[in-house]
């Protein structure tokens, strides 16, 4: 039966198939980026005033979708330092940050990094 189109055939090796996934797996993951994520330090309080900050006066901020609002005006996250130093008491000030619920984690993230590398400044976020 020489004429019949079902005639066998070789077996489909699966080699040249494997070996271009493989090529293709090895592109992939040399050719895509790794983002490191940063990490934000917080630290607990043990609820006990320290002596050194008795008399500092206290700023309260509040962080919304909008913005930070610092003793009610409001200021951009870049400028929180100029907004808190007509509150400091010998160069020393207390914040306490209150976030709503429509804030959102980045500007979250923005604002405890801009309080951290505030000098002589302790603050503390509210539930």
């Not at 494997?18 to 990490?39: A, N």
């Not at 309260?60 to 610092?70: P, S, Y």
């Not at 929180?80 to 008491?89: E, G, H, L, S, T």
Request: glycine fraction near 8%; proline fraction near 6%.
């Amino acid at each position: 039966m020489p004429g019949n189109p079902r005639t066998s055939r070789g077996r489909l090796s699966l080699t040249s198939l494997i070996d271009v996934i493989f090529l293709l797996l090895l592109f992939f993951m040399l050719s895509s980026t790794f983002s490191k994520f940063g990490e934000v330090e917080l630290t607990v309080s043990g609820g006990a005033a320290s002596p050194d900050f008795d008399d500092t006066p206290v700023v309260f901020a509040r962080l919304d979708a909008d913005g930070v609002v610092i003793n009610g005006h409001r200021s951009a996250p870049a400028d929180i330092a100029a907004a808190v130093d007509p509150f400091r008491r010998d160069g020393h000030a207390r914040l306490l940050l209150s976030v709503s619920q429509n804030a959102d984690a980045q500007g979250f993230v923005e604002v405890v990094q801009v309080l951290s590398a505030l000098p002589n400044t302790r603050f503390a976020v509210l539930e």
